[in-house]
C-alpha cells in the first residue's frame, strides 16, 4: 500500500526541507514532490496523510531495554514485568534491542529470543544481545561466535558488566577476547559485532577498558559503553573513551538534559553519543536515610521525554534526534534505519513543531500510533 505524509517538515535528522514523503509498503520510495494523481491512476490502495507542518524524524532507536524485564536482586517479587508493545511505542522507538542484565538464571536467552520475535510480529523491528552481566558468557549454541553468525535477531554481545560488584570481576584478557570473538562474527555475519558493556559506580571507572585498548588488538568502534552519565568524573572519563573511537551511552533520566549539555560543553564527540531507556530495568527507591523503601520500573518513553525537553530548551533539532536514531544505528551497523532516505525503512515519527509532543508513528510503514491515538494493541 502507498502512503504518502504531506506537508512535513522533514529531519533526516539532517534538515531537508518541507516536503511530501512516499511510502511503498514498509519502504520509503521518495521525499521531495509527489504527483498524488498520478499515483491516484495507477489504481492501487494510497493513503493521503497530512503532517500540518510537523518535525517528521526516524522513528527512535532502542539500544539498551531488558525486554524480559530486569530486577529480581532483592528477590523473586522484585522481578520487573515484561515489555509491552503499546508501551514501547508509547516512546517514540521504532525498533529495540533486548539484553539480560543481573539476572541471567530465571530470564534465559531463549526466552528472550522468543520475546524479540514476538514483538517483530507485533510491529517493530527488534533485536538482542547474547550474554548477560556474567562470564563465561552465557550464550544459546555454545559460544558468542555461533550465537551472532547463526542466530539471525542476535547482534552483538551484552551487558557484560565491569566497574561494579554484581560482576564477575573480568580480567583484560577476558573482555579482550569477548571483544575479538564478538567483533570476528559480526565481520561473518555482516551484523554489528558490538560489545555492550554496563558501567557501575565503583572506584575504577573505565580504566579496565582504556587498558584493554591500550594493550590489546581489539577494534574501539565495537566497544560501546552504557550508563556513563552515573557521575561528572565518569562522564569525562567516557569522554576519553570515545576519543579512542568507542561509542558511549547516557542512561535517560530527569538529569540527562544536565548530561548532554555538559558533555558537549566539555568538548565530547557527540557523534558517538547515543541515549537509551533501561527500559524495564528495576529502579530502587531510599529515603533520606538510605534505607529502602521500594522499587520503580525504568519507563521506555523516558528517552523521548528527555528528547523533548532538550528540544524545548532550544537545543539543536539535527543534534539531538541524531542521539536516539543515526549514531544509534551507525553504532549497531542497522543500515536501514536511523535515517529518512529512500530504499531505508518506513520507520517515521512526527512531532509537533511547537510543543514537540508525540502526534504520529510508523513502524515499517504501518501506523502505531496516529493523531496522537495507539493504533497497535498488546495481545493479551
Known amino acids: 500500500m502507498f502512503k504518502v505524509l504531506e506537508n512535513a517538515e522533514v529531519f533526516s535528522p539532517s534538515y531537508k526541507g518541507r516536503h511530501s514523503v512516499l511510502l511503498l509498503n514498509d519502504k520509503i520510495i521518495k521525499i521531495g514532490e509527489i504527483d498524488i494523481e498520478k499515483l491516484r491512476s495507477i489504481d492501487l490502495p494510497i493513503e493521503i496523510y497530512d503532517a500540518k507542518q510537523n518535525i517528521v524524524t526516524p522513528g527512535i532507536v532502542e539500544p539498551h531495554i531488558h525486554l524480559l524485564g530486569g530486577g529480581g536482586e532483592s528477590g523473586f517479587h522484585t522481578r520487573t514485568p515484561e515489555s509491552k508493545i503499546t508501551e514501547i511505542v508509547s516512546g517514540g522507538i521504532t ?117 584493554v585498548i591500550e594493550k590489546y588488538d581489539v577494534k574501539p568502534q565495537d566497544i560501546y559503553v552504557t550508563h556513563i552519565d552515573r557521575t561528572t568524573t565518569l562522564l569525562e572519563d567516557a569522554m576519553e573513551l570515545a576519543k579512542t573511537g568507542a561509542y558511549i551511552d547516557i542512561t535517560a533520566s530527569d538529569t540527562t538534559k544536565d548530561s548532554v549539555n555538559l558533555y558537549k560543553a566539555m568538548g565530547g564527540d557527540m557523534s558517538r553519543l547515543t541515549i537509551s531507556t533501561d527500559g524495564y530495568g528495576s529502579l530502587p527507591e531510599f529515603d533520606s536515610n538510605g534505607n529502602l523503601i521500594g522499587y520503580g520500573v525504568a519507563k521506555p518513553t523516558t528517552t523521548l521525554e528527555q528528547i523533548q525537553k532538550l528540544l524545548r530548551d532550544g537545543g539543536d533539532i539535527q543534534e539531538i534526534i541524531s542521539l536516539v536514531t543515526s549514531n544509534v544505528a551507525r553504532v549497531l551497523k542497522l543500515n536501514q534505519k536511523g535515517r529518512l532516505e529512500e530504499n531505508r525503512d518506513a520507520d517515521i515519527m512526527i512531532l509537533n513543531r511547537d510543543t514537540f509532543e508525540l502526534e504520529g508513528l510508523l513502524a515499517r510503514g504501518n501506523w502505531m500510533i496516529k493523531d496522537k491515538k495507539i493504533i497497535v494493541k498488546d495481545t493479551f
Do not use: C, W
Not at 528472550?112 to 523491528?125: D, N, S
Not at 550474554?131 to 550464550?139: D, E, F, Q, R
Not at 542466530?151 to 560488584?165: L, M, S, Y
Open 95 to 211: 525498533t529495540v534491542v533486548g539484553l539480560i542484565g543481573t539476572d541471567g538464571i530465571t530470564r534465559p536467552l531463549s526466552a528472550l529470543l522468543a520475546k524479540t520475535r514476538a514483538l517483530e510480529t507485533e510491529g517493530i523491528t527488534a533485536y538482542m544481545y547474547t550474554g548477560n552481566y556474567h562470564l563465561p558468557v552465557a550464550t544459546l549454541t555454545g559460544s558468542i561466535k555461533e550465537d551472532i553468525t547463526f542466530i539471525d535477531k542476535i547482534i552483538g554481545t551484552a551487558e557484560i558488566a565491569i566497574n561494579d560488584f554484581r560482576s564477575s570481576i573480568p580480567t583484560e584478557e577476558e573482555l579482550a577476547r569477548i571483544i575479538a570473538d564478538t567483533t570476528v562474527a559480526g565481520m561473518l555475519a555482516q551484523k554489528a559485532g558490538v560489545t555492550h558493556f554496563h558501567v557501575g559506580g565503583g572506584k575504577h571507572g573505565l580504566k579496565i577498558l582504556h587498558d
